[in-house]
């Protein structure tokens, strides 16, 4: 028998999705997998739960939330050869769909014993671990707004309240973007908003930039140094269409980082997010990569 972690966070969802889960361990039991309950008591204790049970070496850690747990879960994993298996509960859970685990829990739960793995590369951002991206300017302003009552009742369909609320009224701060590119070389630019991406995806399925790779030490910056909001809402209506080209528009530039500082230039702190969470504002520091950690995908 083989042993593991299943990390989960007993009151998302109104605590709806833990009998299933209890379910999902059971039949893991059946197939040659004992799993240990292990639900989370607040914002970052997955890290530390995930530490913690590394003394008793397990042979898998699964985690079933949104992509912010699934960067808590895969820091604490970096350094071990111990595997992370993905139970996608989250709003969009970006990470399960760009390693093309799921949709959904059933679909998720045959694939928790396959042998096949992908790497993952796991970057600080802004004092926390990062799997997806981080980003200051417009989408982290629409994110840290985002009411969390919309967002449990309309998901991803609320965003678009949001989003065009804050499109409206967005005054393009000048952003200072610092750091070392591909090469190692240092770099300076200006922007309006912008994202360091290390998945492809971005907010579900639309593709930020079809050169991405989560098995690299790079980020994907992608820049809107416009001051156009027509611009703006083009970048996100192409965006939407999933096929990349926003990156034509005037004003976006996009090219690979190792790292980055982002500062205001505008006279007041702007808004920054990290993985589609408001997580306070400038100054942005993101990466180097921490590492990578070994995620199980579908065979």
Request: aromatic share 8%; proline share 7%; with cysteine.
């Amino acid at each position: 028998m083989k042993t593991g972690f299943l990390i989960y966070n007993p009151v998302a969802g109104g605590g709806k999705r833990v009998p299933e889960l209890r379910a999902i361990a059971r039949r893991a039991q059946g197939r040659g997998l004992i799993l240990r309950e292990a639900p989370t008591t607040g914002a970052g204790s997955a890290t530390e739960i995930v530490r913690r049970s590394l003394a008793e070496r397990p042979d898998l850690v699964v985690v079933a939330g949104g992509d912010t747990t699934v960067a808590e879960v895969a820091a604490a994993l970096v350094g071990t050869t111990i595997p992370l298996a993905l139970l996608p509960t989250g709003t969009t859970s970006v990470v399960a769909r760009e390693y093309g685990v799921g949709p959904g829990l059933e679909v998720a739960e045959r694939h928790l014993l396959s042998p096949r793995r992908r790497p993952l590369a796991v970057f600080g951002a802004a004092g926390r671990p990062s799997v997806l991206c981080a980003g200051a300017g417009f989408d982290a302003r629409v994110m840290t707004h985002f009411p969390p009552l919309l967002k449990k009742l309309l998901g991803r369909v609320g965003y678009a309240w949001t989003s065009t609320k804050e499109w409206l009224t967005y005054e393009f701060p000048r952003l200072e973007v610092e750091g070392l590119d591909a090469e190692g070389k240092a770099f300076r630019r200006e922007a309006t908003f912008l994202v360091a991406a290390n998945t492809r995806r971005y907010a579900g399925d639309p593709v930020l930039s079809p050169f991405a790779d989560p098995e690299d030490d790079l980020l994907e910056v992608v820049l809107f140094t416009s001051a156009s909001r027509y611009t703006l809402f083009r970048f996100y209506q192409l965006l939407s269409r999933k096929k990349a080209g926003q990156l034509a528009l005037p004003g976006v530039v996009r090219f690979p980082a190792r790292e980055l500082t982002v500062r205001s230039l505008a006279g007041y702190e702007v808004e920054v997010q990290v993985d589609g969470e408001g997580c306070g504002t400038t100054p942005l520091a993101v990466g180097p990569a921490l590492g990578r950690v070994q995620v199980v995908v579908p065979e």
